[in-house]
Antibody, heavy 120, light 106 residues
Framework: EVQLVESGGGFFQPGESLRLSCAASGFILSNHWMHWVRQVPGKGLMWVSR????????SYADAVEGRFTISRDNAKNTLHLQMNSLRVDDTAVYYC?????????????WGQGTMVTVSP | SYELTQPPSLSVSPGQTASIPCSGDELGTKFVYWYQQRPGQSPLLIILQNTERPSGIPERFSGSNSGNTATLTISGTQAMDEADYYC?????????FGTGTKVTVL
């Protein structure tokens, strides 16, 4: 079964750092661009970041540029999101998302999400 | 920054057709994707590259994209289609989601 499982969420204070992880199974991670998407509970979706199959290219939403870093370990079938200088408005469910190969950017597999709460 | 606008809500009777617009500057020059999100669940891809349905997505879901507006159409709406729907596109290497539309079937 194709599956993405996120971990690392929890409660944090402004200014702190955390690292989210996403364990991929049922497919070859190195064949796919991977993304992080977040959603404030009860609100809409927001794309956060993406990384190329081999990790050689990344891009970020303006809101997280310079604070978040996406990375991957294809040998361990794992995607990461390093989140520094956390802000209250980073509070959201963070989804690990697979891009469908050859689709020009369609998100075909989503994890269940991990909740990150940033509060003083 | 690029924006995609959707109506916040839409109501439809069972068996009727629901049309959800997604508006953005020159959106017709981009690929548009649509996602369904039921309460408490992760989003599900239902349309890719404007008109294509992934395997397993019912034929009642269809998409179009022209000018400044993309449209998701649900024909013969069923109770199970009650959900939030989001359009999505790419602009300057960044993903952009629409504001989302809550579809109520009543």
């Amino acid at each position: 079964e194709v599956q993405l499982v996120e971990s690392g969420g929890g409660f944090f204070q402004p200014g702190e750092s955390l690292r989210l992880s996403c364990a991929a199974s049922g497919f070859i991670l190195s064949n796919h661009w991977m993304h992080w998407v977040r959603q404030v509970p009860g609100k809409g979706l927001m794309w956060v970041s993406r990384i190329k199959e081999d990790g050689s290219y990344t891009s970020y939403a303006d809101a997280v540029e310079g604070r978040f870093t996406i990375s991957r370990d294809n040998a361990k079938n794992t995607l990461h999101l390093q989140m520094n200088s956390l802000r209250v408005d980073d509070t959201a469910v963070y989804y690990c998302v697979r891009e469908r190969k050859g689709s020009y950017g369609a998100f075909d597999i989503w994890g269940q999400g991990t909740m990150v709460t940033v509060s003083p | 920054s690029y924006e995609l606008t959707q109506p916040p809500s839409l109501s439809v009777s069972p068996g009727q057709t629901a049309s959800i617009p997604c508006s953005g500057d020159e959106l017709g020059t981009k690929f548009v994707y649509w996602y369904q999100q039921r309460p408490g669940q992760s989003p599900l891809l239902i349309i890719l590259q404007n008109t294509e349905r992934p395997s397993g997505i019912p034929e009642r879901f269809s998409g179009s994209n022209s000018g400044n507006t993309a449209t998701l159409t649900i024909s013969g709406t069923q109770a199970m289609d009650e959900a939030d729907y989001y359009c999505q596109a790419w602009d300057t290497s960044r993903g952009v989601f629409g504001t989302g539309t809550k579809v109520t079937v009543l």
